[in-house]
């Protein structure tokens, strides 16, 4: 019998008070516009490194090779400031909040850090760079959504700083009702 492969991620869970400002935020800009799915606000996290649907004995060399993050960086702020979308906004199909760094940039140190060490497992290096950032709706078909630009552009989204103080490695179970995200395990930054 083989085993089941877990679904996972490494990732930086927001704050529970961060994450009501953003709730208040998608309600409002789900009044511009119909046909974009809006992320459950449980669900929203940053996203460090996508790992895929993996054996458990590679979950636990991940666990393992995740160790020493917890002695390399301390606890850090980040800002949830700004909106936008991928790839551009004439044919957006994803829509985000944006994540401004320390000037140590950390998050960045910290993304590179995981891509580097979990590569010798079979993991590839994201070629895309990394932009940090919260996912909060994907669009459903393509559309006029100047209504909701014109929105942003007014109102846009008030920024948040919080403090990073842990990572996760995080499983994905993807079920009827969406995504649901557990804990694997947790690394507290004590650098």
């Known amino acids: 019998m083989t085993e089941k492969l877990i679904r996972c991620f490494v990732a930086v869970q927001v704050p529970a008070t961060v994450l009501s400002a953003v709730e208040q935020y998608i309600k409002a800009l789900n009044k511009t516009v119909s046909d974009i799915h809006w992320v459950k606000v449980n669900g929203i996290h940053v996203t460090l490194k996508f790992l895929g649907e993996i054996q458990p004995a590679l979950v636990e060399q991940v666990e393992e090779i995740m160790v020493p993050l917890s002695h390399l960086y301390k606890p850090f702020r980040i800002k949830l400031k700004g909106s936008g979308c991928f790839p551009n906004k004439s044919k957006p199909r994803v829509f985000w909040l944006g994540l401004e ?90 650098g």
């Open 101 to 190: 760094q320390d000037s140590a940039k950390t998050l960045s140190e910290i993304h590179g850090w995981i891509d580097t060490n979990l590569k010798p497992l079979g993991f590839s290096e994201e070629e895309r760079g990394f932009s940090p950032h919260l996912t909060i709706g994907r669009v459903r078909k393509p559309q006029n959504f100047d209504n909701l630009f014109n929105f942003i552009e007014k109102k846009p989204f008030a920024e948040h700083a919080f403090s990073i103080e842990k990572i996760d490695l995080m499983r994905s179970e993807l079920k009827p009702t969406g995504a649901e995200y557990s804990e694997i395990k947790s690394y507290p930054l004590q």
